[in-house]
């Protein structure tokens, strides 16, 4: 994979990546994340790698993570969560795997944000449950999120003004609308004409305007209704 080095000066102390990506669906190939990786060794730079996607993927069974090959004296933070595959979205549990070197600094972090200081009890019996007896429903989850890809796609496809390409990960479709300048004006006019929910692509940064995110964790009969729906703002 090409890095800058412009793009990264005396400034720079971390590289924060996130794959499988919110909102696009791209998932990073292991030979990248190795070249990634290589290139923040030299630099001493820090790795943030977001991962909280990596079971819902549609050709494998996880997507690559940094920590299958990383060195136990990297300059890796991995963070995960339980919210994704096991679908605990609003209970807000995770974990990060790191360095012993900040732990100090990462239990700071958290005593500060005193409405997080600690994961309660009945969350923590919840995570051991999805480990321990959870597989059924991830696989499940993935196979409802594929189904879902695929109607979804395949109808915001048939839409002449719609660009969109099956994600090869997580559970959103991020398509480009052409002839759409303002993507926040048209997210709003979405629900009020349509009742569909989405979000504009400019919410994800400025590169991102002219785009909308739509989630397709729903049943196939929801999202075909939000394609009949949505027929009259797209078409």
């Not at 019996?125 to 594929?146: D, I, W």
Request: overall charge neutral.
């Amino acid at each position: 994979m090409p890095l800058s080095h412009a793009a990264c000066d005396a400034r720079t102390r971390a590289i924060f990546v996130n794959s499988p990506n919110n909102p696009t669906g791209w998932t990073m190939k292991r030979a990248d994340q190795e070249a990634l990786l290589t290139f923040t060794r030299s630099r001493g730079l820090w790795l943030i790698a977001d991962e909280v996607y990596p079971r819902i993927v549609y050709d494998d069974r996880s997507a690559p993570s940094f920590l299958d090959f990383a060195e136990p004296e990297d300059g890796l933070i991995v963070v995960n969560s339980f919210s994704k595959a096991w679908a605990m979205t609003g209970w807000r549990l995770g974990w990060l795997i790191a360095p012993r070197q900040i732990q100090e600094i990462a239990d700071k972090v958290v005593e500060f944000k005193f409405n997080t200081s600690c994961a309660p009890p009945f969350l923590q019996h919840a995570a051991v449950t999805a480990l321990e007896y959870g597989e059924p429903f991830v696989a499940q989850m993935v196979q409802r999120c594929k189904e879902g890809r695929d109607v979804l796609v395949g109808g915001l496809a048939r839409f002449p003004r719609v660009r969109v390409s099956p994600p090869a990960g997580a559970f959103y479709a991020f398509c480009r609308l052409e002839g759409v300048l303002d993507s926040v004006a048209f997210a709003k006019e979405v629900p009020a004409q349509c009742k569909v929910g989405v979000a504009p692509g400019a919410a994800f940064g400025i590169g991102d305007e002219g785009h909308l995110r739509l989630c397709f964790a729903k049943a196939p009969s929801q999202l075909m209704t939000a394609l009949e729906r949505l027929a009259s703002l797209l078409a």
